[in-house]
């Protein structure tokens, strides 16, 4: 079954049917960096984990103190039906059902079958607060 998705996922990207990728809508999400569940971000690489926006979460990653980046974990390989993770050794984006890979800068995929970058959702920082929203920038 899941093959035959493949193949026509494959087939009307090829007819140029599929002109444009899936989104979620959620609302904006506030994160206070001084809140303790986000002790991760305290550092460059640090990244959580956000439950319940974009279609799988999303992966929040601080990239310096201040570039802070949104990925959706939705894998963009099929449907957006698996969720990337961080991998063990914190370097990269991976998700383990196609083994697609994808690097933090910005959502490209390095590895495995995937051809498109993860979707990144617009970040506004303001001192400690992050702002969140489902408009995507990539
Ligand atoms: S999305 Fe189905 S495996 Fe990466």
Not at 69 to 78: G, K, M, S, V
Not at 89 to 108: A, I, P, R
């Amino acid at each position: 079954m899941k093959k035959i998705r493949h193949t026509l996922i494959i087939l009307f990207c090829f007819l140029g049917i599929v002109t444009s990728y899936a989104q979620a809508a959620f609302p904006t999400i506030t994160v206070n960096l001084n809140y303790p569940q986000y002790q991760r971000l305290k550092l460059d690489g640090g990244y959580v984990y956000i439950e319940g926006a974009g279609m799988k979460g999303i992966i929040l990653y601080r990239a310096s103190e201040n570039v802070y980046l949104a990925y959706e974990r939705a894998c963009p390989y099929d449907s957006y039906e698996s969720a990337v993770q961080v991998d063990g050794s914190t370097l990269f984006m991976v998700d383990q059902t196609c083994k697609s890979t994808f690097n933090f800068s910005d959502g490209q995929p390095t590895g495995g079958p995937a051809q498109r970058p993860l979707i990144q959702y617009r970040i506004e920082l303001s001192e400690t607060t992050l702002k969140i929203s489902d408009e995507v920038v990539n």
